[in-house]
């Protein structure tokens, strides 16, 4: 199975998600943790659709994260209807977390992009996740806001 | 191959390039009022059902067309689906978007906005039928493109086949 999380630019929240699924960090993970994350803050402009391969998680199933701008809502209804389309027999499931602390976000990734501040973007980022973490990990071990696009799920839906 | 047409709410110049490209609407003259608001979907989608793919026909070739709404996504649609394709390990080779925003006019911004986004079907209908029939030209140079294309690629698959 494979497991998609949605965010901005695929490179904050859903890296962290995806890394504390992947047993990477922990939900009391401090800021410097976070920073290291692999693929962490990891643009170098605003462009969407870039996706990342975080690893695995202990049951195997692959962790991506998937840039979908401010639309993770509309893109996960376009992916369900082309994987019904093309007949895809795979299980793949699209985890929603472009909703935690967007806007904050969107600052952070655009304060990135401009030198002096680059670092203090990335250290502002991974303190707003610490934050979040306990609440996200939560979410995740709840299995919230995810959408499993396989055959039963779509037999469900029609 | 699955050819999707987009636009920001899949409801006028998403549709109408479909239906040229179908031959539902005329590719030599400009449709009437009644022709396009004959069509599915025209003028009928709301916000709920944007990213929805939208079957809407077949053409002489055998591929399928669909209409999709991506808001204000603009080429980062195309960008983001084809990175979940190849995630999901599907042949992206297979499926072809085309975005239809560079050719809308702004009586087709300000009417589908009324239409659509304001609830003012009446007068928002007649702005975007106006505005649709002014840029009907562009959208059948956009699906004539699209038909080369396809053409160039069937050719090219067959001269595969054939060494």
New interface residues.
């Given amino acids: 199975m494979?497991i998609?999380f949605l965010d901005q630019l695929g490179c904050y929240v859903s890296v962290a998600a995806a890394s504390y699924l992947a047993g990477k960090i922990y939900r009391n993970a401090k800021a410097a943790e976070v920073a290291c994350l692999p693929f962490f803050a990891a643009h170098r402009d605003l462009?969407?659709?870039?996706?990342y391969y975080i690893g695995q998680d202990p049951k195997g199933n692959e962790l991506?994260t998937?840039?979908?701008?401010?639309?993770a809502?509309?893109?996960?209804?376009?992916?369900r209807?082309?994987?019904k389309?093309?007949e895809?027999k795979?299980i793949?499931v699209l985890v929603d977390v472009s909703q935690e602390r967007s806007l904050f976000f969107k600052v952070v990734a655009l304060l990135k992009l401009f030198w002096p501040l680059e670092k203090a973007a990335v250290y502002l980022a991974a303190l707003a996740l610490v934050r979040l973490m306990p609440g996200l990990a939560a979410k995740m071990d709840l299995k919230m806001n995810w959408e499993p696009l396989d055959a039963h799920s779509m037999i469900k839906d029609n | 191959m699955?050819i999707i047409y987009n636009c920001f709410g899949g409801s006028h110049s998403s549709v109408t390039a479909a239906a040229i490209h179908l031959r539902i609407l005329p590719g030599d003259k400009t449709p009437r009022d009644s022709e396009l608001l004959s069509l599915p979907y025209f003028d009928a989608q709301v916000a709920p059902d944007?990213?929805?793919?939208r079957f809407v026909g077949i053409d002489e070739f055998g591929n399928?067309i669909?209409v999709?709404?991506?808001?204000?996504?603009g080429t980062?649609?195309?960008?983001?689906?084809?990175?979940?394709?190849?995630?999901?390990?599907?042949n992206d080779q297979?499926?072809i978007f085309i975005d239809t925003m560079p050719y809308v006019n702004a009586w087709m911004v300000i009417g589908g906005f009324l239409s659509r986004q304001c609830g003012l079907n009446k007068v928002g209908r007649k702005i975007v039928l106006y505005g649709t029939r002014r840029a009907y030209y562009r959208f059948i140079i956009l699906v004539g493109r699209v038909k080369q294309r396809l053409l160039k690629e069937a050719g090219r698959l067959c001269e595969n086949n054939i060494s």
């Fill in positions: 494979k998609i462009k969407v659709g870039r996706f991506y998937l840039g979908a701008g401010g639309q809502r509309l893109i996960i209804l376009s992916a209807d082309l994987i389309i093309l895809n795979d793949i | 699955k944007h990213g929805r793919l399928e669909y999709a709404g991506k808001r204000n996504l980062g649609y195309e960008m983001i689906m084809r990175s979940f394709l190849r995630i999901a390990g599907i297979e499926v």
